[in-house]
């Protein structure tokens, strides 16, 4: 059986080639499309992460805050989203969304008229051409997972209001890692009782009855209507973490 090495990585059978990286680097001649191959493409990523790094790296205590970006004006959430805003802001946080409209523009705003530290970890999409005028640190990404960490790295909690499968992601993405002890001391807050409770009934009846997951993991999350309770168990949070520092 033909194999061999290229780097760390092991071809075999019909992937191995006769020519070498050495020679592709050095030869010259052929077609510039070697620029579009994912090689290629981790210095963009990387360009991706020095960048929000070096955005967030002296934002201080941050909370990120998820929701739908389909949430008109006029909708009862967007005002809770707008007080959330506003309560973060007063508590000392920053606070930071996905940069979008809906539940994203409703908590940047009340950050932002607050005096707050409004943040917009904004990602390419289709149908959203810019961040919302609120955002005051805004940041635009191509690769989700390097916005992901942006989110996870400088905030010190998630509030998750309504929202659509985006919200979900962001959600179960920080789950799993509180579950996998990837991030620790780490409160999740849903907001809006009568919106999640289906949900919750679901893992509890479904996932946690047939031990696909255990009574912790249903227990890292808060369910409430109360800003001021889930402002209140960031604050707390945040002051349990300064006690453990060295």
């Given at each position: 059986m033909r194999s061999k090495f290229r780097g760390p990585t092991l071809l075999r059978r019909s992937q191995v080639d006769t020519g070498t990286t050495d020679q592709r680097l050095l030869d010259s001649r052929g077609q510039s499309d070697w620029v579009h191959t994912d090689p290629w493409r981790v210095l963009r990523i990387q360009a991706e992460f020095v960048e929000g790094f070096g955005a967030l790296a002296e934002l201080g205590p941050a909370i990120a805050v998820f929701g739908s970006a389909r949430t008109p004006a006029d909708h009862p959430m967007y005002a809770v989203a707008e007080l959330l805003g506003r309560k973060l802001a007063a508590a000392g946080f920053a606070a930071m969304t996905g940069g979008g409209p809906g539940t994203m523009e409703a908590v940047n705003k009340g950050a932002s008229e607050a005096?707050?530290?409004?943040?917009?970890?904004?990602?390419?999409?289709?149908?959203?051409?810019?961040?919302?005028?609120?955002?005051?640190?805004?940041?635009?990404?191509r690769y989700f997972f390097a916005r992901k960490t942006m989110f996870v790295k400088y905030s010190q909690g998630y509030i998750v209001l309504p929202g659509g499968l985006g919200t979900l992601d962001e959600l179960f993405e920080a789950m799993t890692l509180v579950q996998t002890q990837k991030i620790t001391s780490f409160p999740i807050v849903l907001l809006g009782v009568d919106r999640w409770t289906g949900l919750l009934d679901w893992m509890r009846e479904s996932l946690l009855a047939d031990g696909r997951i255990a009574q912790s993991d249903l227990d890292m999350l808060t369910l409430t209507d109360d800003v001021d309770e889930a402002v209140a168990l960031m604050v707390r949070a945040r002051e349990a973490h300064v006690e453990r520092l060295p």
């Open positions: 005096g707050g530290i409004s943040v917009g970890l904004g990602i390419e999409l289709p149908w959203e051409a810019d961040l919302n005028q609120w955002v005051d640190i805004g940041i635009n990404f």
